[in-house]
């Protein structure tokens, strides 16, 4: 005999999958019965009404995946040499005339660029996270020993393996340790900072930028495709607001640090909810992008 629990669970469900396919529907039939009205189908309300930035490009992907055309779908994911040839194909499918809508085509080009190249940036980033810091690898000791020179410059590193690391912020006789979590990203960030904080605050930026959060960010000051540079600009000012807001908190010892942490993670992504936020605004793309 089925218990009540696992009825009042199942018919829970059953009610959350219902509302799931009504709401569905009902919002194709709104889309239809708005395309009849405005003759204009959504993506084109979209880049009629909505300003550049975040809110257009977020708003033009969540209308592309959630597309019951195939096309669309995949439109997100699409090579950015072929993003040209499937904005055609989209105006195609949607019987919208290039010549007489000759702007829905830029607009959506800007949008694809962005949206393509995000999720290319996390493959990158993903990458050199993945790929673990290599003792033995010439190229990563050489990466590692110009961090050195370019913190200290007027102090010789004695060995390899020293307690002189520790003086920026390493952990230990071994900087090598220190990079499991975020591997050679870590590292190339380092260039741009301290240690162990550095590495830190590469967790949190890899984290807000595979989770979604950054897309208002870079889709704000990225005219096209946002860029590992443009991970990285993110990363400095991570660094610089997290040294302020460290000053602010006046923690009693580095014991409290990842209350610190968590409390400017908290703050960051509060702020990157707003559609029109960009991070570090002196990064932000030129002005062409207000005519797109």
């Given at each position: 005999?089925?218990?009540?629990?696992?009825?009042?669970?199942?018919?829970?469900?059953?009610?959350?999958?219902?509302?799931?396919?009504?709401?569905?529907?009902?919002?194709?039939?709104?889309?239809?019965?708005?395309?009849?009205l405005t003759g204009r189908c959504e993506l084109q309300r979209i880049c009629y009404n909505t300003k550049p930035g975040a809110s257009r490009t977020m708003k033009i992907e969540t209308s592309l995946r959630d597309s019951k055309s195939?096309?669309?779908?995949?439109?997100?994911?699409?090579?950015?040499?072929?993003?040209?040839?499937?904005?055609?194909?989209?105006?195609?499918?949607?019987?919208?005339?290039?010549?007489?809508?000759?702007?829905?085509?830029?607009?959506?080009?800007?949008?694809?660029?962005?949206?393509?190249?995000?999720?290319?940036?996390?493959?990158?980033?993903?990458?050199?996270?993945?790929?673990?810091?290599?003792?033995?690898?010439?190229?990563?000791?050489?990466?590692?020993?110009?961090?050195?020179?370019?913190?200290?410059?007027?102090?010789?590193?004695?060995?390899?393996?020293?307690?002189?690391?520790?003086?920026?912020?390493?952990?230990?006789?071994?900087?090598?340790?220190?990079?499991?979590?975020?591997?050679?990203?870590?590292?190339?960030?380092?260039?741009?900072?301290?240690?162990?904080?550095?590495?830190?605050?590469?967790?949190?930026?890899?984290?807000?930028?595979?989770?979604?959060?950054?897309?208002?960010?870079?889709?704000?000051?990225?005219?096209?495709?946002?860029?590992?540079?443009?991970?990285?600009?993110?990363?400095?000012?991570?660094?610089?607001?997290?040294?302020?807001?460290?000053?602010?908190?006046?923690?009693?010892?580095?014991?409290?640090?990842?209350?610190?942490?968590?409390?400017?993670?908290?703050?960051?992504?509060?702020?990157?909810?707003?559609?029109?936020?960009?991070?570090?605004?002196?990064?932000?793309?030129?002005?062409?992008?207000?005519?797109?």
């Open positions: 005999m089925v218990n009540t629990g696992t009825m009042k669970h199942f018919l829970r469900m059953l009610i959350q999958v219902c509302l799931y396919f009504y709401c569905k529907f009902l919002w194709r039939c709104l889309k239809f019965v708005m395309r009849k195939k096309l669309l779908q995949t439109s997100v994911s699409v090579h950015p040499d072929a993003i040209e040839k499937t904005i055609d194909d989209i105006m195609e499918l949607k019987k919208i005339n290039p010549d007489i809508n000759p702007q829905l085509g830029i607009s959506l080009q800007a949008c694809l660029l962005q949206i393509v190249g995000y999720r290319n940036l996390i493959a990158e980033v993903e990458k050199l996270r993945r790929e673990p810091y290599d003792s033995d690898n010439p190229q990563h000791e050489e990466m590692l020993l110009k961090l050195w020179k370019f913190l200290k410059p007027n102090t010789p590193l004695e060995s390899r393996i020293s307690k002189q690391w520790c003086e920026i912020g390493f952990q230990g006789d071994d900087p090598k340790t220190d990079f499991r979590g975020m591997g050679l990203l870590g590292l190339y960030n380092l260039q741009y900072s301290f240690a162990i904080v550095g590495i830190n605050i590469t967790d949190l930026a890899y984290n807000l930028l595979v989770t979604g959060a950054l897309k208002t960010h870079f889709y704000n000051i990225a005219p096209e495709a946002p860029t590992l540079s443009h991970f990285q600009q993110t990363f400095c000012y991570l660094m610089h607001e997290f040294h302020k807001f460290w000053i602010e908190e006046d923690p009693m010892d580095i014991m409290e640090f990842n209350r610190v942490r968590e409390k400017f993670r908290k703050r960051i992504v509060k702020q990157l909810q707003n559609p029109d936020m960009a991070l570090c605004p002196h990064f932000a793309a030129s002005e062409g992008l207000i005519n797109m």
